[in-house]
């Protein structure tokens, strides 16, 4: 069962594991993982969950969701990364975006194990071609999945995210024969990423309108692309699915795998959703180090802004002492972020606030290590892809 606790006690109890911390810090709450982690298990009901690496950018995070039961393989935002990852003992990596990286595509058929735990994603001739040019017309075999556009067209709108060209059955059977024409390539799976439907919260009957449409017209576009493509190559994989919406595609049976990162950590932009609601894993805290008027305290630093769309929604919140809100002429700054409410009267310089991101793995770009606490202590603190000196963009 999810624990109940007051944001007074749950503040209380974060400063205490943190008292020996001088903010800005990260943390991630080790309770609030765990049922984040079981209720991402529940709603996909058996079929396995790749952990999604931009939503987390954080090895011993990642790693040690892969040991929960129900969770199997990574999914990489870079090629780099990838292959980084596989260096480190990743077994299966599946690419979430095409690469044209140069260096990294010889870099991946240069070594076996990295070909045989990563798998490229391609959605044209061109991501072919690139394998090719980089490695070589001899190179060894590499693994590559089809990405297929899941977005929502209705009278001539584009409801979703502007990925892949390749939609249609006969359009995805077409690029399969071409990976199949092609000696070193070997057709693995087929993804279908619903944004329209993950990333969107329910909001408004209009909202869950479009999702109830989408989710009903991909099932049938989509069973009818995999056995298109399965009269030219053995599936072994058909990924589908993000945190916000792995509970309506698992239950497809042309689907084997579902992916999700951001229901870990819970950020703002999850918050809203009618099927779950995700405990705030990840926090971070700044200190105030000013009073520049009544009723409004200062922080130092504090401007993560979250990727997407510019919009209040993409900047950080504070959430602890509760009843604290950004001012709207400076949102949160570079080097300072005022706060004001009534809570901010009892802030004095050298308190803290707790805030939360509004994405999830980007947050530990801005941060060296992530600070595990449980209960009332920090058990362990770990790197994250910042702290061990790796960027990928």
């Not at 749950?10 to 991630?28: C, E, I, K, Q, S």
Request: with cysteine.
């Amino acid at each position: 069962m999810p624990t109940t606790e007051s944001d007074t006690q749950r503040r209380g109890r974060l400063d205490r594991a943190t008292a020996l911390l001088d903010p800005p810090f990260a943390v991630l709450d080790l309770t609030a993982l765990a049922e984040n982690t079981a209720d991402l298990r529940r709603r996909a009901a058996g079929t396995p969950v790749r952990v999604a690496t931009k939503s987390v950018r954080c090895r011993a995070v990642a790693d040690h969701t892969l040991e929960q039961p129900g969770f199997a393989g990574l999914m990489a935002y870079s090629l780099a990364e990838a292959l980084w990852l596989a260096d480190h003992g990743a077994g299966d990596v599946l690419l979430a975006y095409p690469s044209v990286d140069r260096s990294a595509l010889r870099a991946l058929t240069d070594r076996e194990h990295r070909r045989a735990a990563v798998t490229l994603m391609v959605d044209d001739v061109a991501h072919l071609d690139a394998v090719r040019d980089a490695a070589g017309p001899g190179h060894p075999p590499v693994q590559v999945c089809l990405d297929v556009d899941a977005s929502l067209r209705v009278l001539g709108a584009h409801l979703g995210v502007r990925r892949s060209p390749v939609r249609t059955p006969a359009r995805a059977a077409a690029l399969a024969r071409e990976v199949a024409r092609r000696p070193g390539l070997r057709l693995r799976g087929l993804m279908f990423y619903e944004a329209q439907v993950a990333g969107l919260p329910d909001r408004s009957p209009a909202v869950r309108a479009v999702k109830r449409r989408s989710v009903a017209e991909l099932a049938s576009r989509r069973a009818a692309v995999v056995e298109a493509v399965e009269q030219e190559a053995d599936l072994e994989l058909v990924n589908a699915g993000g945190t916000g919406s792995l509970h309506l595609s698992a239950p497809d049976p042309a689907v084997t795998e579902v992916t999700a990162g951001s229901g870990l950590f819970g950020p703002t932009l999850f918050d809203g959703y009618d099927a779950f609601t995700p405990r705030p894993a990840a926090l971070f805290a700044l200190p105030v180090t000013r009073r520049p008027a009544r009723g409004v305290a200062t922080l130092f630093g504090g401007g993560y802004i979250a990727s997407g769309p510019a919009g209040r929604d993409r900047l950080p919140t504070p959430v602890l002492p509760a009843g604290l809100r950004l001012l709207g002429a400076e949102g949160a700054g570079e080097v300072q972020t005022p706060v004001r409410g009534r809570a901010a009267e009892r802030l004095r310089p050298g308190d803290r606030v707790w805030l939360r991101h509004a994405k999830a793995g980007e947050l530990c770009e801005r941060f060296d290590v992530l600070h595990l606490v449980d209960g009332e202590q920090v058990v362990e603190t770990v790197p994250t892809y910042r702290g061990e000196g790796m960027c990928f963009g």
